[in-house]
């Protein structure tokens, strides 16, 4: 990505772990947030870091997504029922899951030209 951390098109991710995630033949380490208007880095390294704010850049293209794909990391948690009632009232459909189920689905509905974003914890080691 260039300086600004941000990857000016949405596109799949090719690899994940190790701490970051390949795409559009890049690698990046870190948390990834992956929105229509783009991708970029995401500061969050665990569920309990996942708050509005965090996540306002979401908020901000709620009228262009569908779906959000949360990745949990190396295993699964649970969203506050305020941040779900948040994105539900903005019309998002959120399914927290680990961040490989998220990459996986998120791919999936990327191709089928769906609007989905993505907020993805980045995990050391592939399960």
């Not at 596109?11 to 995630?21: E, K, M, P, R, S």
């Amino acid at each position: 990505m260039s300086e600004d951390r941000r990857y000016p098109s949405q596109v799949g991710i090719d690899a994940y772990g190790n701490g970051g995630f390949r795409f559009a033949g890049m690698s990046h380490r870190g948390g990834l947030l992956c929105l229509p208007s783009g991708m970029m880095a995401w500061p969050v390294t665990a569920p309990g870091e996942i708050t509005l704010e965090s996540l306002a850049p979401v908020l901000a293209a709620a009228d262009d997504i569908d779906v959000l794909l949360i990745g949990l990391g190396a295993d699964i948690a649970a969203i506050p029922k305020a941040l779900r009632e948040t994105l539900r009232e903005r019309r998002i459909i959120v399914e927290a899951v680990n961040t490989g189920s998220a990459i996986r689905t998120y791919n999936v509905l990327l191709a089928e030209e769906r609007s989905v974003a993505a907020a993805l914890i980045a995990v050391d080691k592939v399960r």
